[in-house]
């Protein structure tokens, strides 16, 4: 059964610093992981997706990796702003359905 | 990408009632998904709705509790049934982009408090 693990589960840093967040899945049978951003009492923003073929994807000041082998996914968040204060959630979907597994989540504060 | 409606966006219950939750897709999809957010927790697949066949549940979900409609490629809803207190959460609703890769998108979902 896969399992989707965050860490840390919170985090808190001044504004203009670089960050990163790790996510971790023990079943390596991955199809893709995809990054969510959530506010609070909302839904979810799509961030990035990573197809299981692929290392990594960017988006503006978002950069996320892949190592399907070692079951880990990083999210770099450069030069945070306030505006990035939110909880973070990787999700992966298993290679055999379209079930999104989520994980705990890391609740991100960007100090102003 | 596809954008998802849902409504209603929160709502205050009284215990022994049922509400229904209403999630409309921009753009027609195979499957939508049905997912709870219990306070302080991450997301929990509650189903997954099929148009023209009955929702697959995931362990733990029950129809009785959860009944969910599927009547057309847009559209979708989910109710939940016989409320107790257990029941606050937010329930979101997603379905997949028509990008292609899996990409999920979700609802603003619909917060739910049970007196």
């Known amino acids: 059964k896969q399992e989707v693990t965050q860490i840390p589960a919170a985090l808190s840093v001044p504004e203009g610093e670089n960050l990163v967040l790790n996510c971790s899945f023990t079943?390596?049978?991955?199809?893709?992981l995809q990054w969510f951003r959530q506010d609070p009492g909302k839904g979810l923003t799509s961030l990035l997706l990573?197809?299981?073929?692929?290392r990594e994807q960017t988006s503006g000041r978002l950069n996320a990796s892949l190592d399907k082998s070692s079951g880990r996914s990083t999210l770099y968040i450069a030069a945070s702003q306030p505006g990035d204060s939110a909880t973070y959630l990787c999700a992966v979907m298993g290679g055999a359905t379209n079930k999104l597994i989520f994980g705990t989540g890391t609740l991100l504060a960007v100090q102003p | 990408s596809a954008v998802i409606s849902q409504k209603p966006s929160r709502d205050i219950c009284q215990r022994g009632t049922s509400l229904t939750i209403q999630c409309q897709v921009d753009?027609?999809?195979?499957?939508m998904f049905w997912y709870r957010q219990q306070p302080g927790q991450s997301l929990t697949l509650i189903a997954t709705a099929n148009q023209g066949s009955e929702a697959t549940y995931e362990s733990g979900f029950v129809i009785d509790k959860f009944p969910i409609s599927r009547p057309n490629l847009t559209f979708s809803t989910l109710t939940v049934s016989n409320m107790s207190p257990e029941d606050s959460s937010i329930y979101l609703c997603?379905?997949?982009?028509?990008?292609?890769?899996?990409?999920?998108?979700f609802g603003e979902g619909s917060r739910l408090t049970v007196l």
């Open positions: 997603s379905a997949e982009g028509g990008g292609g890769g899996g990409e999920l998108f």
């Open positions: 753009s027609q999809v195979t499957m």
């Open positions: 990573i197809q299981s073929s692929q």
């Open positions: 079943d390596s049978a991955i199809y893709n």
